[in-house]
C-alpha cells in the first residue's frame, strides 16, 4: 500500500519566515495530494490540495509544489504569522479499482511554532 | 448546514466494555471515513463507506466495527475495548463525483481513554 514519509516533525521558525514542509509518497498511482491543518485541539481542515496533473498552486502565502518523477510534495507558507503555528498534515490518495474514489494516508505531521 | 458532527466529544471506558460513536452528515456524502488519531502517528484509517449498506476495512480495522444503514450515518463500534484503543477518533466524509470525490471533510472529534 501507499506509504507517506512527512519531515521534519517539529519547524520553529520567527513571524515573517517562510517555513517549508516536505513529503514523500511510495505509490506512483497516486493522483490527488492534500494538506491538512490541525489546530490544537481542532479538527483537520484542508488548507490547500494539488493534483497530479498540475506541477504548483498557490493559494496566498501558501503554495503546494508536486514533484511526480522524485514522488514528492512540499508545502511552502510565506510571511509566517502566529495563527499559522499548528499542526500541517500531508497526505495522498490511490485510486482503487479504476474509480476516482482512493483512500487518503496520511503523513505523520509537523509541528509549526511561529514565535512573534 | 451543521457538516460533519460526532458524538459524543468525550468517554472514558473500563477494559472490556463496549461503545459506539456516532458519526452523522448533512452534506450528503456517498464517501464516509473513520480514523484514529495517535501522537506521532498522523490520521490511520479504521474503516470507510462507499455508500449506505456498503464498508470496508483501512489500515488497522482490528477491535473496531462499523455499519452504514443510513446514508448520513456512520457508526463505529468497540465490542471489547482495549487501552490500546485510547486515541481520538476522526469521522469523516467526501463526494462522490468526479473531482470532488477526494477532498474529506472532518468531524470534530471524540476522545476515548480506556482504563
Known amino acids: 500500500g501507499e506509504n507517506v514519509e512527512q519531515h521534519p516533525s517539529t519547524l520553529s521558525v520567527q513571524e515573517g519566515d517562510s517555513a517549508v514542509i516536505k513529503c514523500t509518497y511510495s505509490?506512483?498511482?497516486?493522483?490527488?495530494f492534500p494538506w491538512y491543518k490541525q489546530e490544537l485541539g481542532k479538527r483537520p481542515q484542508l488548507i490547500i490540495d494539488?493534483?497530479?496533473?498540475?506541477g504548483e498552486k498557490k493559494d496566498q502565502r501558501i503554495a503546494v509544489t508536486l514533484n511526480k518523477t522524485a514522488k514528492h510534495f512540499s508545502l511552502h507558507i510565506t510571511e509566517t504569522q502566529p495563527e499559522d503555528s499548528a499542526v500541517y498534515f500531508c497526505?495522498?490518495?490511490?485510486?482503487?479499482?479504476?474509480?476516482?474514489?482512493?483512500?487518503?494516508?496520511f503523513g505523520q505531521g509537523t509541528i509549526l511554532t511561529v514565535h512573534p | 448546514n451543521a457538516g460533519v458532527t460526532q458524538t459524543p466529544k468525550f468517554r472514558v471506558l473500563k477494559t472490556g466494555q463496549s461503545m459506539t460513536l456516532l458519526c452523522a452528515q448533512d452534506?450528503?456524502?456517498?464517501?464516509m471515513y473513520w480514523y484514529r488519531q495517535d501522537p506521532g502517528m498522523g490520521l490511520r484509517l479504521i474503516h470507510y463507506?462507499?455508500?449506505?449498506?456498503?464498508?470496508a476495512k483501512g489500515e488497522v480495522p482490528d477491535g473496531y466495527n462499523v455499519s452504514r444503514l443510513k446514508k448520513q450515518n456512520f457508526l463505529l463500534g468497540l465490542e471489547s475495548a482495549a487501552p490500546s484503543q485510547t486515541s481520538v477518533y476522526f469521522c469523516?466524509?467526501?463526494?462522490?463525483?468526479?473531482?470532488?470525490?477526494?477532498?474529506?471533510?472532518f468531524g470534530p472529534g471524540t476522545r476515548l481513554t480506556v482504563l
Open positions: 494539488i493534483r497530479s496533473n498540475v
Open positions: 463507506s462507499v455508500g449506505e449498506g456498503t464498508t
Open positions: 505509490d506512483s498511482a497516486s493522483n490527488y
Open positions: 452534506m450528503n456524502h456517498e464517501y
Open positions: 469523516a466524509s467526501s463526494y462522490s463525483l468526479g473531482a470532488r470525490t477526494d477532498t474529506q471533510y
Open positions: 497526505a495522498a490518495n490511490t485510486p482503487s479499482g479504476g474509480t476516482s474514489y482512493g483512500k487518503l494516508t
